[in-house]
């Protein structure tokens, strides 16, 4: 599996060295909070005085901001940088398409190739369809908020660059309506990953399955062998507390066993 930095913590990319990394607007905003990073809002903030009304302001400040970390996270990895801006376009075709359109302006200014962005669009079918448009336009999407498998079933229909399937919010969510624990092979998050990853295999889809959304290290282990895990500075911290998790993780050829294994198991 390729890891992958959920963060906008610059300085836990520069220590950790994941090939690519992961930001989204809650990661942004506890980053945006430490001094070290206050250029990047100085900057956000004169872009936005350009603007003409308070909404336009809003839009470019955040938008700035948001390219400002990326454009920074992408000078200390060799991969790709996931972006997402505002989840209120999310049942919005066109201001969905609009706004990654102006998020690529924005990283091509800063001289960044477009081939070095994943803009990420929540799974909504509004969302699905605009990243089948911007797929088409050489803009790549990471589709995320992607919860169940007819969400992946319409994204690689719809020839996204990658999906995103959640692990942790599934996981929350089944904890909280049942008040149960689960092992990591029990994790419906997990199972969830496992089914969509699977299926994506016997398709031969080429849409890139990055696991996300983490709550522990048992979850990671599980879906090694996953195309890409996108994992918190935390978690990552606590894989390599333990060198059998992290090479395993880390291992192709552990989880194409793994994949192995189970599909040995599951045909009894
Ligand atoms: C990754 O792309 C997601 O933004 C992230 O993993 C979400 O994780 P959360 O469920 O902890 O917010």
């Given at each position: 599996?390729?890891?992958?930095?959920?963060t906008?913590?610059?300085?836990?990319?520069?220590?950790?060295?994941?090939?690519?990394?992961?930001?989204?607007?809650?990661?942004?905003?506890?980053?945006?909070?430490?001094?070290?990073?206050e250029?990047?809002?100085?900057?956000?903030l004169?872009?936005?005085?350009?603007?003409?009304?308070?909404?336009?302001?809003?839009?470019a400040?955040?938008?700035?901001?948001?390219?400002?970390?990326?454009?920074?996270?992408?000078?200390?990895?060799?991969?790709v940088?996931?972006?997402?801006?505002?989840?209120?376009?999310?049942?919005?075709?066109?201001?969905?398409?609009?706004?990654a359109?102006?998020?690529?302006?924005?990283?091509?200014?800063?001289?960044?190739?477009?081939?070095?962005?994943l803009?990420?669009?929540?799974?909504?079918?509004?969302?699905?369809?605009?990243?089948?448009?911007?797929?088409?336009?050489?803009?790549?999407?990471?589709?995320?908020?992607?919860?169940?498998?007819a969400?992946a079933?319409?994204?690689?229909?719809?020839?996204?660059?990658?999906?995103?399937?959640?692990?942790?919010r599934?996981?929350?969510?089944?904890?909280?309506?049942?008040?149960?624990?689960?092992?990591?092979?029990?994790?419906?998050?997990?199972?969830?990953?496992?089914?969509?990853?699977?299926?994506?295999?016997a398709c031969?889809?080429r849409?890139?399955?990055?696991a996300?959304?983490?709550?522990?290290?048992?979850?990671?282990?599980?879906?090694?062998?996953?195309d890409?895990?996108?994992?918190?500075?935390a978690?990552?911290?606590?894989?390599?507390?333990?060198?059998?998790?992290?090479?395993?993780?880390?291992s192709?050829?552990?989880?194409?066993?793994?994949?192995?294994?189970?599909?040995?198991?599951?045909?009894?």
């Amino acid at each position: 599996s390729t890891i992958v930095a959920d963060t906008g913590d610059i300085a836990s990319i520069r220590r950790l060295k994941p090939v690519d990394a992961t930001t989204n607007p809650s990661l942004i905003l506890k980053a945006a909070s430490q001094p070290e990073y206050e250029h990047i809002i100085r900057q956000g903030l004169d872009s936005a005085r350009r603007q003409p009304d308070a909404r336009s302001r809003l839009q470019a400040a955040i938008e700035s901001i948001a390219v400002g970390f990326g454009v920074e996270i992408l000078q200390s990895i060799p991969g790709v940088v996931s972006t997402e801006v505002d989840a209120r376009a999310s049942f919005d075709l066109r201001a969905t398409v609009e706004q990654a359109r102006r998020v690529i302006r924005r990283y091509e200014q800063a001289g960044i190739d477009r081939d070095r962005v994943l803009v990420k669009i929540a799974s909504t079918w509004e969302g699905i369809q605009a990243a089948r448009l911007l797929e088409q336009e050489g803009i790549h999407c990471n589709l995320t908020l992607l919860f169940s498998f007819a969400q992946a079933q319409a994204c690689a229909e719809a020839g996204v660059t990658l999906i995103s399937p959640f692990v942790g919010r599934i996981l929350d969510w089944y904890k909280k309506s049942t008040g149960q624990d689960y092992t990591a092979q029990q994790d419906p998050g997990v199972q969830s990953v496992k089914r969509i990853y699977d299926y994506y295999k016997a398709c031969d889809y080429r849409t890139v399955v990055m696991a996300a959304s983490f709550r522990n290290t048992g979850e990671i282990v599980a879906l090694a062998g996953c195309d890409k895990l996108t994992i918190s500075p935390a978690l990552l911290d606590a894989l390599a507390e333990n060198h059998a998790h992290l090479d395993r993780a880390l291992s192709p050829a552990a989880g194409k066993l793994e994949a192995r294994q189970t599909e040995l198991t599951e045909a009894g």
